[in-house]
């Protein structure tokens, strides 16, 4: 959080210098305010490079009750769920020197829902890095938490992008996305370590920049209490290594990328392999040359700046496993045979191969795949009297086999049930789809729980042993085990993921919920897209801003349709292309600036439109409109709206288990509707606290398709198809905290 | 002093190392004749092969029955899983194509019918490795039906395809070979490589006495009388010519 508040700041001071510079051009002398505030944001970033320890961070507290309805929940569902917490963060900064500094971050969470359980409450840490720039400002290095980013199809987080997202959810999504350590930029979240040597100017001027840069992180492993051996090996491990070069020259920029992802294989396990186990080595590589240019170097006096991005990159993909199976074991012994020649019987000694069939470790092979990714774009942006512009126009192309884990997977991943989680619902197929579907993708979007719980005898997770409730029975242990000292878990419910998957894990995701996009669900290395992309922003004064996207993709050798084989009489899937066209427009105004008001009123609203032709054929529709607005003196009112639509024309298949394990299709989703409404005010109460209070109503219906046992299509009594059923779910959400700053 | 011990050391594992040779001899390969050809030897005597393409056939069945086994045993439970009665399950099984010894009786009555195939496999050299004579027939004897049995893949339709083009389908164990060579052909006058030269042909034949001790059975491993020529064989005759002095 506090990283983010910096960046706020840094944000802030830029757009502020950006303004006072604006105004001093102007010779506009009202701006008293803005130049103050600019001093002390001056002021406070010198503060900020002060040797020593320093406090900082935010505190607060708030409730939230969740109140949720739906005709398909069972009669015995909870349908409200309250929190209420005091939850302080701490960012402990110790600068040893000007140089270096360490950052730890610290969670102190108080749950009042579970106070009188709780009795002492321990403190979480959840950032640990040491940074610095040394050696004359030419090295700059993370060791620890770290936030790392290459290029688009390197090291890269595609990031969902709304446009004229109004403050009210941008603000939750961010809070969301705080709660995992992440943060809204296409920089990946990793551990390890990452040292970056750039030169400064070289040659007289002639190049500007020289950099290389290595960054080394473990992407994933598992807890264990004890290595066994040497730096245990275990199943989750994996790694990355990456290097770039680049250099600057004449507004150009040349650059070579490298990442190696890696599942650690060849040393020793820290547990045998089962019987059913099977395990995955994934190793994924990608080569890039990156290529971009700025004219507003070599030609500063134009009116308007044009240049180019473009990247090639190369990128290799291979998974084997191992596994327990049955493999013939050779062993050799001399046996002797006979044969009759010239009618007398005569034997012979061979070699006999008289192996066995026994159980061994076996390793296969499954996929070996490289391809090739290309983007180019063009731009051109520039200020014309008040109104700046920026237009972008880019092709890409990227092979059906590329594959780049390190700038796909998206943090935002979704469906899971975030307020409400306890409701229980009437019919297994409801339940089911919450399961496998997902719930509401804007509540994944911009809610998020945070919870401390007191583990004990009741709630500790155990499996396959005996708790002290088990059986019914009352346990000799039970009040023992009841008062729990110091173990308290914290529990997340949230829709992001720090968590970078691998593509075989991310395949059923990128269908489903397309909030990144659903031409580009994981960004420009979506892997088997082709085609343009343009993007255009234009602000005037910063009273009125104006955006507009447009995609338009193909991806190849989808199934497009069915025909019947007049040979076999059977009907084979065609292949084709699908065909996706998005589009989105935004448009916001801040009518406090336009009518030379002294408060920003800033309206906003947004929409887009995307679409696929075949597949799922999938038609996604999203709404936005907002306002923030300062009412009065330290009051502002903060509302926006979202209504977000998924449709799947062709169905969206949700499969069950039958009796006997096997799947089969239980429905079929045909369309999702989803609406939230957000209002609030805020109240600043003291400088940089506020008091908040916000009213929410979130409703989510799915329609579906039920299918029969045998996985057909539900008939009525007449033979003619069920109507589609719904799953409407609604909650209404009341919000209040008080948030300091310090 | 501790310096000085420590060179004398580091000296010392210097000329040994020195010393030492780095070549890695070949057990397999070093008691062969130089010129040993694991594919002559192979053709002189088919046999050898005959004997590791029936174990291959072999091993490949027991891999098949383990795998249908494996197999069946998933959707037996599935079926029972389901409430069907126990007869029910055996015949769905069996239908299902999935018990091997319902697959095993069929597929060799269907190899026994094939008279053709059959033929070919009897008097294939490397197959039955019977004289063209007694492969007219094959049927007729039971002796070389038993053995000729033994090429059956179970479940494989075409398996003359398979076995007439065996030196791609079936590896060669050149090492089990090569080594039948040394641990009893050498012994037994077997020859190694065809005549091609006069001084070849110029050789004496085995020793009779030799030959006839060997055929003569013995009781005791001690008694027994190796053979210490090395023999090439007339490719056209069979004659074995002792090659060495």
């Given at each position: 959080?506090?990283?983010?508040?910096n960046?706020?700041k840094?944000?802030?001071?830029?757009?502020?210098?950006?303004?006072t510079?604006a105004?001093?051009?102007?010779?506009?002398?009202?701006?008293?305010v803005?130049?103050?505030k600019?001093?002390?944001e001056?002021?406070?970033?010198?503060?900020?490079?002060?040797?020593?320890l320093k406090?900082?961070?935010t505190?607060?507290?708030g409730?939230?009750?969740?109140?949720?309805?739906?005709?398909?929940?069972?009669?015995?569902?909870?349908?409200?769920?309250?929190?209420?917490?005091?939850?302080?963060?701490?960012?402990?900064?110790?600068r040893p020197?000007s140089e270096?500094?360490?950052?730890?971050?610290?969670?102190?969470?108080?749950?009042?829902?579970?106070a009188?359980?709780e009795?002492?409450?321990?403190?979480i840490?959840?950032?640990?890095s040491?940074?610095?720039?040394?050696?004359?400002k030419?090295?700059?290095f993370?060791?620890?938490?770290?936030r790392?980013g290459?290029?688009?199809?390197?090291?890269?987080?595609?990031?969902?992008e709304i446009?004229?997202?109004?403050?009210?959810?941008?603000?939750?999504?961010?809070?969301?996305?705080?709660?995992?350590?992440?943060?809204?930029?296409?920089?990946?979240?990793?551990?390890?370590?990452?040292?970056?040597?750039?030169?400064?100017?070289?040659?007289?001027?002639?190049?500007?920049?020289?950099?290389?840069?290595?960054?080394?992180?473990?992407?994933?492993?598992?807890?264990?209490?004890?290595?066994?051996v040497?730096?245990?090996?275990?199943?989750?491990d994996?790694?990355?290594l990456?290097?770039r070069?680049g250099?600057?020259?004449?507004?150009?920029?040349?650059?070579?990328?490298?990442?190696?992802l890696?599942?650690?294989?060849?040393?020793?396990?820290?547990?045998?392999?089962?019987?059913?186990?099977?395990?995955?080595y994934?190793h994924?590589?990608?080569?890039s040359v990156?290529?971009?240019f700025?004219?507003?170097?070599?030609?500063?006096?134009?009116?308007?700046?044009?240049?180019?991005?473009?990247?090639?990159?190369?990128?290799?993909?291979?998974?084997?496993?191992?596994?327990m199976?049955?493999?013939f074991?050779s062993?050799?012994?001399i046996?002797?045979?006979r044969?009759?020649?010239?009618?007398?019987?005569?034997?012979?000694?061979?070699?006999?191969?008289?192996?066995?069939?026994?159980?061994?470790?076996?390793?296969?092979?499954?996929?070996?795949?490289?391809?090739?990714?290309?983007?180019?774009?063009?731009?051109?942006?520039?200020?014309?009297?008040d109104?700046?512009?920026?237009?972008?126009?880019?092709?890409?192309?990227?092979?059906?086999d590329?594959?780049?884990?390190?700038?796909?997977?998206?943090?935002?991943?979704?469906?899971?049930?975030?307020l409400?989680?306890n409701?229980?619902?009437?019919?297994p197929?409801?339940?089911?789809?919450?399961?496998?579907?997902?719930?509401?993708?804007?509540?994944?979007?911009?809610?998020?729980?945070?919870?401390?719980?007191t583990?004990q005898?009741?709630?500790?997770?155990?499996?396959?042993?005996?708790?002290?409730?088990?059986?019914n029975?009352?346990?000799?242990?039970?009040?023992?085990?009841?008062?729990?000292?110091?173990?308290n878990?914290?529990?997340?419910?949230?829709?992001?993921?720090?968590?970078?998957a691998?593509?075989m894990?991310?395949?059923p995701l990128?269908?489903?919920?397309?909030?990144?996009?659903?031409?580009?669900?994981?960004?420009?290395?979506?892997?088997?897209?082709?085609?343009?992309?343009?993007?255009?922003?234009?602000n005037?004064?910063?009273?009125v801003?104006?955006?507009?996207?447009?995609?338009?993709?193909?991806?190849?050798?989808?199934?497009?349709?069915?025909?019947?084989?007049?040979?076999?009489?059977?009907?084979?899937?065609?292949?084709?292309?699908n065909?996706?066209?998005?589009?989105?427009?935004g448009?916001?105004?801040d009518i406090g600036?336009?009518?030379?008001?002294?408060?920003?009123?800033?309206?906003?609203?947004?929409?887009?439109?995307g679409?696929?032709?075949?597949?799922l054929?999938r038609?996604?529709?999203?709404?936005?409109a907002?306002?923030?607005a300062?009412?009065w003196?330290?009051?502002?009112f903060?509302?926006?709206?979202q209504?977000?639509?998924?449709?799947f024309?062709?169905?969206?298949?949700?499969?069950?288990?039958?009796?006997?394990?096997?799947?089969?299709?239980?429905?079929?989703?045909?369309?999702?509707?989803?609406?939230?409404l957000?209002?609030?005010?805020?109240?600043?109460i003291?400088?940089?606290?506020?008091?908040?209070?916000?009213?929410?109503?979130?409703k989510?219906?799915?329609?579906?398709?039920?299918?029969?046992?045998?996985?057909?299509p539900?008939?009525n009594?007449e033979?003619?198809?069920?109507?589609?059923?719904?799953?409407?779910?609604?909650?209404?959400?009341?919000?209040?905290?008080v948030t300091?700053?310090? | 002093m501790?310096k000085?011990?420590?060179?004398?050391?580091i000296?010392?594992?210097?000329?040994v190392?020195a010393?030492?040779?780095?070549?890695?001899?070949?057990?397999?390969?070093?008691?062969?004749?130089?010129?040993f050809?694991?594919s002559?030897?192979?053709?002189?005597?088919?046999?050898?092969?005959k004997?590791?393409?029936?174990?291959?056939v072999?091993?490949?069945?027991?891999?098949?029955?383990?795998?249908?086994?494996?197999?069946?045993?998933k959707?037996?439970?599935?079926?029972e899983?389901?409430?069907?009665?126990a007869?029910?399950?055996?015949?769905?099984?069996t239908?299902?194509?999935?018990?091997?010894?319902?697959?095993?009786?069929?597929?060799?009555?269907?190899?026994?019918?094939?008279?053709a195939?059959?033929v070919?496999?009897?008097?294939?050299?490397f197959l039955?490795s019977?004289?063209?004579?007694?492969?007219?027939n094959p049927a007729?004897?039971?002796?070389?039906?038993?053995?000729?049995?033994?090429?059956?893949?179970?479940?494989?339709?075409d398996?003359?395809?398979?076995?007439?083009?065996?030196?791609?389908?079936?590896?060669?164990?050149?090492?089990?070979?090569?080594?039948?060579?040394?641990?009893?052909?050498?012994?037994?006058?077997?020859?190694?490589?065809?005549?091609?030269?006069?001084?070849?042909?110029a050789?004496p034949?085995?020793?009779?006495?030799?030959?006839a001790?060997?055929?003569?059975?013995v009781d005791?491993?001690?008694?027994?009388?190796?053979?210490?020529?090395?023999?090439?064989?007339?490719?056209?005759?069979?004659?074995?010519?002792?090659?060495?002095?």
């Open positions: 959080m506090n990283f983010n508040m960046m706020r840094f944000l802030l001071t830029s757009a502020v210098a950006f303004s510079a105004a001093f051009a102007a010779d506009n002398q009202g701006e008293v803005t130049q103050q600019s001093l002390l001056k002021l406070d970033s010198l503060n900020a490079a002060v040797l020593g406090i900082n961070g505190a607060k507290a409730v939230l009750a969740s109140f949720s309805s739906s005709d398909q929940y069972a009669k015995e569902s909870p349908t409200q769920e309250n929190q209420a917490f005091t939850d302080v963060n701490l960012r402990v900064t110790a020197s270096t500094m360490i950052d730890v971050q610290l969670r102190l969470h108080k749950d009042w829902q579970s009188y359980d009795n002492n409450n321990p403190v840490g959840h950032w640990f040491y940074d610095g720039t040394i050696l004359n030419h090295v700059d993370n060791l620890g938490y770290m790392v290459y290029t688009p199809l390197t090291v890269f987080t595609p990031q969902t446009l004229q997202e109004p403050e009210i959810f941008s603000e939750k999504r961010r809070e969301a996305l705080e709660k995992r350590n992440l943060d809204t930029t296409s920089r990946r979240l990793l551990q390890g370590l990452n040292v970056m040597y750039h030169s400064g100017s070289l040659g007289g001027g002639v190049v500007d920049n020289v950099t290389a840069q290595l960054t080394g992180a473990r992407i994933r492993n598992n807890a264990k209490k004890v290595d066994q040497f730096f245990d090996f275990d199943f989750t994996r790694y990355m990456g290097a070069a250099i600057d020259a004449y507004g150009a920029h040349l650059g070579l990328n490298f990442v190696n890696f599942d650690r294989k060849y040393s020793s396990r820290s547990k045998a392999i089962d019987n059913s186990d099977t395990v995955f994934d994924n590589r990608v080569i990156d290529l971009a700025d004219s507003k170097k070599v030609l500063p006096d134009l009116p308007v700046t044009f240049g180019l991005n473009g990247e090639v990159a190369f990128s290799k993909w291979d998974v084997n496993y191992d596994y199976g049955k493999k074991k062993s050799y012994k046996a002797e045979e044969y009759t020649e010239d009618g007398k019987s005569k034997r012979f000694v061979y070699i006999k191969n008289d192996g066995t069939l026994s159980t061994a470790l076996l390793n296969n092979d499954t996929i070996d795949v490289s391809g090739q990714s290309f983007y180019a774009s063009l731009f051109v942006k520039g200020g014309i009297n109104i700046d512009f920026k237009v972008d126009a880019g092709y890409l192309k990227t092979d059906k590329f594959w780049s884990e390190m700038a796909s997977s998206p943090v935002y991943q979704g469906r899971s049930v975030i409400n989680a409701a229980l619902y009437g019919t197929t409801d339940s089911l789809l919450l399961a496998t579907f997902g719930a509401s993708s804007l509540e994944n979007l911009y809610f998020n729980v945070y919870n401390s719980t583990l005898a009741t709630n500790l997770m155990t499996v396959g042993s005996t708790n002290a409730l088990s059986d029975s009352e346990s000799a242990n039970l009040y023992a085990r009841l008062n729990n000292n110091y173990k878990g914290h529990f997340y419910r949230n829709g992001y993921t720090g968590t970078i691998k593509r894990e991310l395949d990128m269908e489903l919920d397309p909030s990144v996009g659903l031409a580009l669900p994981l960004g420009l290395a979506t892997p088997n897209r082709k085609g343009v992309i343009v993007k255009a922003d234009v005037w004064a910063d009273k801003f104006f955006n507009a996207r447009m995609n338009m993709l193909t991806e190849a050798d989808v199934v497009v349709d069915y025909a019947l084989d007049p040979t076999t009489q059977t009907m084979v899937p065609v292949m084709g292309e065909k996706f066209t998005e589009f989105a427009v448009v916001g105004a600036a336009i009518a030379a008001l002294d408060r920003q009123i800033l309206v906003q609203g947004s929409f887009s439109l679409k696929e032709n075949a597949n054929k038609t996604a529709t999203r709404i936005v907002g306002v923030t300062d009412v003196g330290p009051i502002a903060l509302a926006g709206f209504q977000y639509e998924k449709k024309d062709n169905g969206y298949g949700i499969y069950g288990e039958n009796e006997s394990g096997l799947p089969v299709k239980v429905a079929s989703v045909t369309k999702a509707t989803e609406q939230l957000l209002a609030g005010v805020r109240v600043k003291a400088p940089l606290s506020y008091l908040s209070v916000q009213y929410g109503m979130l989510n219906e799915l329609e579906y398709n039920a299918f029969g046992a045998d996985g057909t539900l008939l009594a033979g003619a198809p069920e109507p589609p059923k719904k799953l409407s779910i609604s909650k209404n959400v009341i919000m209040a905290d300091v700053n310090f | 501790k000085l011990y420590q060179y004398t050391m000296l010392l594992a210097g000329v190392g010393c030492s040779s780095l070549d890695v001899s070949d057990p397999y390969s070093e008691n062969l004749p130089s010129d050809s694991v002559t030897y192979m053709q002189m005597y088919p046999r050898l092969r004997y590791q393409i029936k174990d291959y072999k091993a490949r069945n027991v891999i098949v029955e383990d795998s249908l086994n494996q197999q069946k045993a959707v037996k439970a599935m079926l899983q389901q409430g069907f009665a007869e029910i399950v055996e015949d769905s099984l239908k299902l194509g999935l018990d091997y010894n319902a697959i095993k009786t069929q597929d060799e009555a269907n190899f026994k019918a094939n008279t195939a059959l070919e496999i009897c008097k294939n050299p039955g019977y004289p063209e004579a007694s492969c007219a007729a004897d039971a002796t070389i039906m038993k053995d000729l049995a033994g090429f059956n893949f179970i479940n494989v339709a398996d003359f395809a398979i076995l007439s083009n065996n030196n791609v389908t079936i590896p060669v164990d050149s090492v089990a070979i090569s080594q039948q060579y040394i641990i009893f052909g050498r012994d037994h006058g077997w020859a190694y490589r065809w005549c091609v030269s006069e001084a070849d042909l050789g034949a085995r020793d009779p006495a030799i030959e001790a060997q055929a003569a059975p005791d491993p001690e008694k027994f009388v190796a053979d210490p020529g090395i023999y090439c064989k007339e490719q056209l005759t069979g004659i074995l010519h002792k090659v060495n002095p």
